[in-house]
């Protein structure tokens, strides 16, 4: 019982059962459709309170077919919102003018199976995109003052790729091929690179080895990994190879030229241990002055210590850009200025990816799961 009194639990409740009423009031007829649209409520609801508030890693069959429906649901209910919200916007501009009467009873008569289809092609659509896999984005920037050196350096940053219920081993094949096509200086894992444990996910990610042995690779954790079990994941990536940054740096040499690649922890370790926590300025501690320095931290909000610390670009992640719409107007009011792509923190470029996988619903709509190619560039 204590558990369905938690803040939480009753947050997620409240708005859930607000969305069930307001679309049980607008979309059905009788209590049969009522009761039918209850359902997808009912499996999202099942997964925060059921299991995020207990156990993140529940595998079984069952469990699995659960998530995958909660969170297909999950997707097809804002759809679903979204176009009721709409509908109810056309009608009420519609209702008081009397030369749009037409329009206003055509809209009302066709509000219901237009909503219904239209959900259902979004998701369609959605899923399909996300499917796909990641394109390759490329993104040059120039910094004033880079070591003649380092002009030209490529990075290759592949963030959120979630490996676990919805993303498998082929998926990250796809991610290693394109990554090691690029022919990068430096591989970057931004973090949330699963959504599970290493004796389950480990295989999934093997692929991630091979890149590692032809590219040199480094590796900060996300509030996802620390979901997943912070220090057994660290050790992982160690074993398969890449370096792992926590308030840390290592110096890569080019020719005359330095670069310090930087990293912190992801404020969700606090969670765990509450005496750790992203610290920009101790992952400097001890790098060359003369360096040009690049920092990977998953979420983006560090970007102000870091700009103050001294970092000249911060690659990050974690917002996935929002994902889908309507989440990609949301995402902005909790991340902004730096919610995806390139932007400016004071002196310092930022770096948000849009994520290489998708977290949740395997739905894009509005956005692309992206491999990213960031390329230096001396500026004038």
């Given at each position: 019982m204590k558990r369905f009194l938690q803040p939480f639990v009753l947050t997620v409740t409240a708005i859930l059962f607000a969305g069930y009423a307001?679309?049980?009031w607008r979309l059905t007829a009788h209590a049969g459709q009522a009761l039918a649209l209850a359902v997808p409520f009912v499996l999202v609801w099942i997964v925060p309170v059921f299991y995020w508030s207990v156990d993140r890693d529940h595998g079984s069959a069952l469990d699995q077919v659960l998530h995958q429906a909660s969170y297909l649901c999950m997707a097809w209910l804002s759809f679903l919102l979204?176009?009721?919200?709409?509908w109810d916007a056309v009608l009420l501009l519609t209702r008081w003018i009397p030369a749009l009467a037409p329009v206003h009873a055509f809209v009302g008569a066709m509000g219901v199976p237009v909503i219904l289809a239209g959900s259902v092609l979004a998701m369609v659509a959605g899923g399909l995109a996300a499917l796909r896999g990641p394109h390759v984005r490329h993104v040059d920037i120039r910094i004033k003052g880079l070591p003649p050196d380092l002009?030209?350096?490529?990075i290759v940053q592949i963030s959120d790729l979630h490996v676990g219920l919805t993303i498998g081993k082929r998926y990250v094949e796809r991610v290693v091929e394109l990554a090691d096509a690029?022919?990068?200086?430096?591989?970057?894992?931004?973090?949330d690179m699963v959504d599970g444990t290493v004796e389950k996910l480990a295989e999934a990610i093997a692929p991630l080895e091979w890149l590692a042995a032809r590219r040199r690779g480094f590796y900060v954790l996300g509030n996802h990994d620390c979901y997943s079990g912070a220090d057994l994941w660290l050790a992982h990536f160690r074993k398969i190879g890449y370096t792992t940054l926590l308030n840390t740096h290592a110096v890569i040499e080019r020719g005359g030229a330095r670069l310090v690649v930087g990293g912190v922890l992801d404020p969700a370790i606090?969670?765990?241990d509450r005496g750790r926590g992203p610290r920009p300025d101790?992952?400097?501690?001890g790098a060359p002055r003369d360096a040009f320095r690049l920092l990977l931290a998953h979420n983006p909000r560090i970007a102000p210590a870091a700009e103050r610390a001294g970092f000249h670009v911060q690659l990050s992640g974690h917002t996935h850009a929002g994902q889908f719409f309507p989440w990609t107007l949301a995402v902005r009011l909790v991340h902004a200025p730096h919610v995806a792509g390139l932007s400016c923190e004071g002196c310092?470029?930022?770096?948000?990816?849009?994520?290489?996988?998708t977290w949740g619903p395997p739905v894009r709509f509005g956005t692309s799961p992206e491999l990213t190619v960031l390329r230096l560039v001396r500026g004038t």
């Open positions: 307001y679309l049980a979204v176009l009721t919200l709409a002009d030209g350096f490529r690029a022919a990068p200086d430096l591989v970057a894992l931004t973090g606090g969670l765990y101790l992952a400097l501690e310092m470029w930022v770096y948000v990816s849009a994520g290489t996988g």
